[in-house]
Structure formats: structure tokens, C-alpha cells
């Protein structure tokens, strides 16, 4: 057999944002959300209603555990025994409900997996930030970043192969699924989506490799490039954001979807694949901004759309996963590691750098973030 030790890892994190699983949870989710993020009231109210909309559920707890299954099939299917922890930012199981869970196991060192792919701070330092505070709290937190249970993080994985094979595989099932619906795959174009982040966040994910737009940029081109080679005709794409919030004042990313459907209808497209490539799964994001709202646009401006799946569980994307765990283990030993990559970017970092992914630029966050060189920054 093989090597596929995951020493020195005795548990793994899988580290989500978390979402409500009933009505009453809707706005104590929120309050979590956006504690001194300066949301107006009206988002909230707004978004408040996405969610009763669907019952004041979250579609993203149920995807969480079933992400979670799909990495215990996948590690007992190698051989790999290691137990996984689901923790959230801003819902049950909370981050310092995953932290006793991984002490009751006895584990020392955990290796995390956030379900975000890109760095910026929402997507990377905003959980290693967490995972400090929390341990703070706990009174576990030592003055250079000591902890009771260590944590090391695994790569921003947007440019892993298993990745963007997932999202090839699911562009390529949308054009299958754009003609079923009476649309025309050769003149359709593809709008890859993501969540919109205020442009200062977006300056600030410049230390990482590439700012986070670029992430996307590089990947989208991959998986455009890779879904016409499959296809068999040139896939015309672009990059737009959904889920804009802040106060109207304060710049973020754009365009916004429905805008850019807008556009693109006033210039005569009526064929439009939606792929969330921002996203790995069908959480509320997708759910509401894309699956209600981007598709209503697309339908009174009279075009035939599909909306491509997210990643989700699909095969390649979980073993990828795995292989990303496998990754980290070899470089936590001190081995050389092939770190796989696809696209014109190199890998991510494993320890983020210092001042990597604040929220703005040339302003220190002042909070401790774990797996980075230094714990402030
Ligand atoms: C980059 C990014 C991702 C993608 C990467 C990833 O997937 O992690 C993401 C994911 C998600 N965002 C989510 C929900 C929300 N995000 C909010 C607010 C914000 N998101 C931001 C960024 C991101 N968010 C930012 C810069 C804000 C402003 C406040 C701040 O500076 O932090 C708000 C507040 C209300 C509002 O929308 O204004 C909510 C409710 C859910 C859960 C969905 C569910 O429940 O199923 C998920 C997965
Ligand atoms: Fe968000």
C-alpha cells in the first residue's frame, strides 16, 4: 500500500460559516454575521427575508454534513483513519463546540479545511482569526500563538485540479442541461458568478499571490478553456458577483449579475450558463441571489438560462480535498511536495504571510489569526 500517513494530524476541521436551521434562528444568525461590519438595517431586513422565504433554513448545514460523509468515505476508501470536526464561524456547531470536540477526541494537532476556495479576509484570515479569538476566550491561547489543540491550515485550493475539474464537469452538464431547455449551447455564454467583496477587502488579498478577483479570473479562464475543449466549440465567459452588501456608499466588486444579464441582453445574448465558481455549494448565496433572483432577470429578459451545480460533493472535488490533506501533512513534515496546481497562479501559501488578507489595506486588524508566520499582523 501506498503512504498515505496524515501524520502529524491526528483530527480534521472542517470549517464552514454556518447558517440558520429554523425561523427563530434567522436573526441571531444575522447578528453574528455582521456584528460591527456596519450593514445598513434594510440589508438585513432583506436578507433576513431570503431566508424566511425558505422556511428560516439554510440549505449549507445539511451540505456541510454531507460534505463531511462524502471526506470519511473518501478517507476510510484510502485507508486513512481520522476523525473530522464540523465547526462554524456564525452558527451551531460553533467554532469553540468544534474545539471541545476535538479535545474530548484527544486530538493535538488538527489540520483545517475551510469551505471557502478563494483568500481574501472573508474567504481565509476571518477564520483564522476566529480560531484565535475563540481560543483566547477559552483562555488557550499562549503569547506566540500556542494552542492546545494546533491548527494548520490547507491552502486556498481555487487552483487545486480536483477543484476546477468539479466545475468543468458541472459548466459542461449546464450546456447539456441549456439544451434540454430548447437553448442553443453554441451561442450560449457562460457567466461565471462569485460573492461580491468591498474593493478595499479586494486591495487588502493582494498579498496573497493574487487579489481575489484574479483568483477567480485565473481559474475561470482554466475551467472556460477546459469545458470548450470537452464541448467542442469556444465557450465565450465572464466574471460576475451576486450577494453585494454594505452600505450603498462603500464600492464593491462588480458587476452585479443581474446588471451584467442586463447588458449582455441588450446586446442581443439569449443564452446564458450561470456557474458559481465562487462557491462550493448550494447554500443560500446560490439559492436566493442566483436560483430566484439572477434567474427571474434572465427569464424577463426574455432568455433561456441553466444554473450550473457547485462543486458540492462531486468526486473530483472531494478527492481533491483529500489530496490537499495529503499535501499538507508531507509539507507539516518537513517533505517535498509537488503542490498541484492548474492555471497561471502558483499554490497558495499553507502559513499565510504576514498582514495577508485584512480587511483593508495598511490597517492591522489587531486581532490574533492562527496558521500564519506571526500571530499579529
Ligand atoms: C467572499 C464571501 C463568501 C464566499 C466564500 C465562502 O463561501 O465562504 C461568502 C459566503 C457566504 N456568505 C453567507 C452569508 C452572509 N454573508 C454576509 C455578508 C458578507 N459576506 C461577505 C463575503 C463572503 N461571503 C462579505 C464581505 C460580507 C459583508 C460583511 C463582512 O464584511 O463580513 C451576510 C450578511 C448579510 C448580507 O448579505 O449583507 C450573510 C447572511 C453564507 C451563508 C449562506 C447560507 O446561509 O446558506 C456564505 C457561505
Ligand atoms: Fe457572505
Given at each position: 500500500m501506498?503512504?498515505?500517513?496524515?501524520?502529524?494530524?491526528d483530527?480534521l476541521?472542517l470549517?464552514?460559516?454556518g447558517g440558520?436551521?429554523?425561523?427563530?434562528?434567522?436573526?441571531?444568525?444575522?447578528?453574528?454575521?455582521t456584528a460591527?461590519?456596519?450593514i445598513?438595517?434594510?440589508?438585513?431586513?432583506?436578507?433576513?427575508e431570503?431566508?424566511?422565504g425558505?422556511g428560516?433554513?439554510?440549505?449549507?448545514n445539511?451540505?456541510n454534513l454531507?460534505?463531511?460523509?462524502?471526506?470519511?468515505?473518501?478517507?476510510?476508501?484510502?485507508?486513512?483513519?481520522?476523525?473530522?470536526v464540523?465547526?462554524?464561524r456564525?452558527?451551531?456547531?460553533?467554532?469553540?463546540?468544534?474545539?471541545?470536540?476535538?479535545e474530548s477526541l484527544?486530538?493535538?494537532?488538527a489540520?483545517?479545511?475551510?469551505?471557502?476556495?478563494?483568500s481574501?479576509?472573508s474567504?481565509?484570515r476571518q477564520y483564522?482569526?476566529?480560531?484565535a479569538?475563540?481560543?483566547?476566550?477559552?483562555?488557550?491561547?499562549?503569547?506566540e500563538?500556542?494552542?492546545t489543540?494546533?491548527?494548520?491550515?490547507?491552502?486556498s485550493?481555487?487552483?487545486?485540479p480536483?477543484?476546477?475539474?468539479?466545475?468543468?464537469?458541472a459548466?459542461?452538464?449546464?450546456?447539456?442541461?441549456?439544451?434540454?431547455?430548447?437553448?442553443?449551447p453554441?451561442?450560449?455564454?457562460?457567466?461565471?458568478?462569485?460573492?461580491s467583496?468591498p474593493t478595499?477587502?479586494?486591495a487588502a488579498s493582494?498579498?496573497?499571490?493574487?487579489?481575489?478577483?484574479?483568483?477567480?479570473?485565473?481559474l475561470?479562464?482554466?475551467?472556460a478553456?477546459?469545458?470548450s475543449?470537452r464541448?467542442?466549440?469556444?465557450?465565450?465567459?465572464d466574471?460576475?458577483?451576486?450577494s453585494r452588501?454594505?452600505?450603498?456608499?462603500?464600492p464593491?466588486?462588480?458587476?452585479?449579475?443581474?446588471?451584467?444579464?442586463?447588458?449582455?441582453?441588450?446586446?442581443?445574448?439569449?443564452?446564458?450558463v450561470?456557474?458559481p465558481?465562487?462557491?462550493?455549494?448550494d447554500?443560500?448565496?446560490?439559492?436566493?441571489?442566483?436560483?430566484?433572483?439572477?434567474?427571474?432577470?434572465?427569464?424577463?429578459?426574455?432568455?433561456?438560462?441553466v444554473?450550473?451545480?457547485?462543486?458540492?460533493t462531486?468526486?473530483p472535488?472531494?478527492?481533491?480535498l483529500v489530496?490537499?490533506?495529503?499535501?499538507?501533512a508531507?509539507?507539516?513534515?518537513?517533505?517535498?511536495?509537488?503542490?498541484?496546481?492548474?492555471?497561471?497562479?502558483?499554490a497558495?501559501?499553507?502559513?499565510?504571510?504576514?498582514?495577508?488578507?485584512?480587511?483593508?489595506?495598511?490597517?492591522?486588524?489587531g486581532v490574533?489569526a492562527l496558521?500564519s508566520?506571526?500571530?499579529?499582523?
Amino acid at each position: 500500500m501506498q503512504d498515505v500517513s496524515l501524520t502529524p494530524y491526528d483530527a480534521l476541521l472542517l470549517y464552514s460559516f454556518g447558517g440558520p436551521n429554523k425561523p427563530e434562528d434567522v436573526v441571531p444568525f444575522l447578528r453574528n454575521v455582521t456584528a460591527g461590519k456596519g450593514i445598513p438595517d434594510s440589508r438585513l431586513e432583506e436578507v433576513g427575508e431570503h431566508y424566511y422565504g425558505f422556511g428560516g433554513k439554510s440549505p449549507i448545514n445539511e451540505q456541510n454534513l454531507a460534505l463531511k460523509a462524502a471526506l470519511e468515505a473518501e478517507l476510510a476508501r484510502r485507508g486513512i483513519e481520522l476523525p473530522v470536526v464540523w465547526g462554524n464561524r456564525n452558527w451551531e456547531p460553533y467554532t469553540k463546540d468544534a474545539v471541545a470536540e476535538l479535545e474530548s477526541l484527544g486530538a493535538e494537532r488538527a489540520v483545517v479545511l475551510v469551505t471557502s476556495a478563494y483568500s481574501s479576509y472573508s474567504g481565509c484570515r476571518q477564520y483564522r482569526e476566529d480560531l484565535a479569538v475563540t481560543l483566547d476566550g477559552l483562555g488557550k491561547l499562549g503569547p506566540e500563538g500556542s494552542t492546545t489543540v494546533e491548527f494548520d491550515k490547507v491552502r486556498s485550493y481555487f487552483n487545486h485540479p480536483g477543484f476546477a475539474r468539479a466545475n468543468v464537469d458541472a459548466v459542461v452538464e449546464g450546456f447539456e442541461a441549456l439544451a434540454a431547455k430548447g437553448g442553443d449551447p453554441r451561442a450560449a455564454r457562460v457567466v461565471f458568478v462569485t460573492h461580491s467583496i468591498p474593493t478595499t477587502m479586494e486591495a487588502a488579498s493582494r498579498i496573497s499571490h493574487a487579489t481575489y478577483s484574479e483568483q477567480h479570473l485565473d481559474l475561470a479562464g482554466v475551467v472556460a478553456a477546459e469545458a470548450s475543449q470537452r464541448l467542442g466549440f469556444d465557450v465565450p465567459w465572464d466574471l460576475a458577483y451576486c450577494s453585494r452588501s454594505g452600505p450603498p456608499s462603500q464600492p464593491w466588486l462588480e458587476p452585479d449579475v443581474n446588471d451584467h444579464l442586463e447588458k449582455l441582453a441588450a446586446e442581443g445574448l439569449r443564452d446564458v450558463v450561470l456557474s458559481p465558481i465562487g462557491f462550493v455549494s448550494d447554500h443560500m448565496e446560490v439559492a436566493y441571489d442566483l436560483d430566484t433572483e439572477a434567474m427571474e432577470t434572465a427569464g424577463r429578459l426574455g432568455m433561456t438560462a441553466v444554473r450550473a451545480g457547485t462543486v458540492g460533493t462531486r468526486a473530483p472535488f472531494v478527492q481533491g480535498l483529500v489530496d490537499l490533506l495529503l499535501e499538507r501533512a508531507a509539507i507539516a513534515r518537513g517533505e517535498d511536495v509537488d503542490e498541484a496546481t492548474v492555471g497561471t497562479l502558483p499554490a497558495f501559501r499553507s502559513v499565510c504571510a504576514p498582514g495577508c488578507c485584512l480587511r483593508r489595506d495598511g490597517e492591522p486588524s489587531g486581532v490574533p489569526a492562527l496558521c500564519s508566520v506571526d500571530l499579529h499582523s
